[in-house]
């Protein structure tokens, strides 16, 4: 099993990278493959994420692309929405802290998937609409 772990761990990780959302998928997997209760495997997606995201903030610090007022309002509200989320999930039943996670990774991604296609119904909007007013200056 350590061999597929590991895999796991390299597959979600070049997902987090790439921003399909690895972090979800490794608590998928440890929940239904691995047998881990729900909040030890967000536990566990706690750490992953904050190695992820201290790979990518090295690189935005380098690349100066940091609005640190937006951080600061984040972490703030992150922090309290954490604190809130743990509360509740040692209050609610196992059972409606899996529902409740699936559901919002439901709703996530077909909020992802819609958005994904409304972009690309936009770009293929405006190739053809620069094609047809290049053809008329022609």
């Known amino acids: 099993m350590l061999i597929a772990d590991i895999a796991a761990g390299v597959l ?3 997902l987090a990278g790439m921003g399909i959302g690895g ?4 608590v998928i997997y440890l929940t239904l493959i691995r047998s881990y209760a729900q909040t030890d495997a967000q ?4 750490m992953f994420f904050v190695f992820a995201a201290a790979a ?4 935005h610090l380098r690349k100066r692309k ?9 972490v703030v509200t992150g922090v309290v929405g954490s604190l809130a989320g743990a509360k509740l999930a040692f209050v609610l039943p196992r059972v409606i802290t899996r529902k409740l996670f699936g559901t919002m990774l439901i709703v996530s991604g077909i909020i992802t998937a819609s958005r994904t296609v409304k972009s690309k119904r936009d770009a293929d909007n405006n190739k053809y609409y620069a094609s047809d007013k290049n053809r008329r200056n022609n």
């Open 23 to 26: 972090g979800g998928l490794l």
């Open 43 to 46: 536990a566990i997606n706690l």
């Open 66 to 74: 940091i609005d640190f007022v937006l951080v600061s309002v984040l």
């Open 56 to 59: 990518a903030l090295s690189l």
């Open 12 to 14: 979600f990780g070049m």
